[in-house]
């Protein structure tokens, strides 16, 4: 069975409703519920309900039983709650209000006033008839905050508490994750990283004439290397632009709604249009959007991609083919992956990066060279130091220009947004036009997560 994250589980733990945080330190002693902290109760909880399950088609049918589930509890608890106030005698020690009423009767007078006020028995035992209906009104309450909690067993009120956990968990995995757990980490091929396949913003790119349809351009580093070779069908994308971040931002989309068991397979991917829109744009993805991700795909399939190294030359595309469906129901995209992306996929020789670090990055080439600074920090953790120079991140991005001095300037903004934001890297010179970057120590769920992905690691199975 798999498990989840211990990043997401970190990150899920800060989004989780405060109430019911409190309620498991407050109460953790004495109902002596099992988990020790809260992580572990999240990790406990998802595993319990989802059971290592992560994609939106397969969680969606779960939290809709569990809702459908917890209204019945809800009309359950509360049907019997009053039954029980309204037909049981006060002395009976099964009375839901019983501890209530004998600790009000044995107050003192002045005591007695400060918690009840002039109230008598019947108008205590009316109020928490009236806090128990409020409660049943709110669909939003939570199961921990019943008025009758207190008369369940030890272990009753800790699968309460998990019940609550997991729904207020899904609302930030349906609001953040569009539903999609794995959307939470970013992937990108370690074999792709040192190629320069996409730029910060997308520009025409200068190509000669291969054959009839094809159009053909050399990248090379500043130091003339060839470091790769582009060709584009030119009859439908004249002139071609260079890929850019919003199309690497669909990569990731695309790789992050994989279920495992079906791409090993068939090695393609269905991702509903919605969810590709929210890649790229905060608002509603209405037609000018579905118009960007149709010409991103184009690019995606259209663009062919070579390379040498070791003395062979090596061909590859991202995708073979991406099929689009806009006049059903729910629109959708099919993506049938290339052979390298997806062995790096199966067999996990991926470098990621979380969607919290991710999303806080507002330079376009900082989500490109991201992935890179991954991988360096993960290699440099005795040392905690490297040192690159300007051909290194030609060897990742695709620069605009060819300036030297002003693209450095943009390595320098992007690496102290890094800086700034404490994602991977601590700080960094520029000595001698060589950057000499000191990388953050990895945490401990970094390390827990990259020593899990190894052990999840599957053969090629192409």
């Known amino acids: 069975m798999e498990q989840y994250s211990r990043q997401f589980i970190e990150e899920l733990s800060k989004h989780i409703d405060p109430a019911i945080i409190d309620f498991f330190n407050m109460k953790h002693d004495l109902f002596k519920f099992p988990a020790s902290n809260i992580p572990e109760l999240i990790d406990e909880t998802l595993m319990d309900y989802l059971e290592g399950k992560t994609s939106r088609e397969d969680l969606v049918p779960i939290i809709n039983k569990i809702k459908k589930s917890r209204l019945q509890k809800r009309a359950r608890w509360y049907t019997s709650y009053i039954d029980d106030i309204e037909h049981l005698t006060i002395d009976d020690p099964k009375h839901p209000l019983a501890h209530v009423i004998n600790l009000a009767r044995s107050l003192p007078i002045d005591q007695y006033a400060i918690m009840f006020g002039n109230k008598e028995i019947d108008d205590i035992i009316e109020d928490y008839k009236q806090k128990a209906k409020e409660w049943k009104d709110n669909s939003n309450s939570l199961l921990i905050l019943f008025p009758g909690l207190s ?190 992306l997806s062995n790096a996929i199966i067999q996990k020789k991926l470098i990621s990066i979380t969607s919290a670090s991710y999303d806080v990055l507002r330079n376009n080439l900082s989500k490109i060279i991201c992935y890179a600074l991954k991988r360096e920090q993960i290699a440099n953790q005795e040392t905690l130091t490297g040192e690159y120079s300007y051909t290194y991140f030609q060897k990742i991005v695709r620069f605009k220009l060819t300036n030297k001095k002003k693209n450095m300037q943009l390595i320098q903004e992007s690496l102290q947004e890094f800086v700034d934001n404490r994602i991977a890297i601590k700080s960094f010179e520029l000595t001698n036009g060589v950057f000499i970057i000191h990388f953050l120590p990895l945490s401990p769920a970094e390390i827990e997560d990259l020593h899990f992905d190894k052990a999840k690691a599957l053969p090629d199975l192409s």
């Open 151 to 340: 008369t369940f067993t030890n272990k009753s009120i800790y699968k309460s508490l998990k019940n609550d956990l997991i729904i207020s968990a899904w609302k930030y995995i349906e609001n953040e994750l569009t539903g999609n757990i794995d959307s939470y980490m970013r992937m990108f091929p370690e074999q792709l990283l040192d190629k320069p396949l996409f730029s910060p913003s997308s520009f025409t790119l200068m190509m000669d004439q291969a054959s009839n349809n094809l159009l053909k351009e050399i990248i090379t580093d500043d130091e003339g290397t060839e470091l790769l070779e582009v060709t584009v069908n030119s009859g439908k994308l004249t002139p071609p632009k260079s890929m850019d971040s919003s199309d690497l931002k669909l990569v990731n989309a695309f790789i992050s709604s994989i279920n495992m068991q079906e791409f090993s397979k068939d090695k393609s991917v269905v991702v509903d249009l919605n969810t590709l829109g929210k890649e790229l744009v905060d608002y509603h993805v209405g037609k000018n959007v579905i118009t960007k991700i149709t010409n991103s795909c184009r690019k995606l399939v259209e663009y062919n991609f070579s390379y040498e190294e070791e003395g062979t030359k090596l061909f590859f595309n991202l995708f073979d083919n991406i099929t689009i469906k806009e006049d059903a129901e729910r629109p959708y995209a099919i993506a049938q992956f290339g052979e390298i």
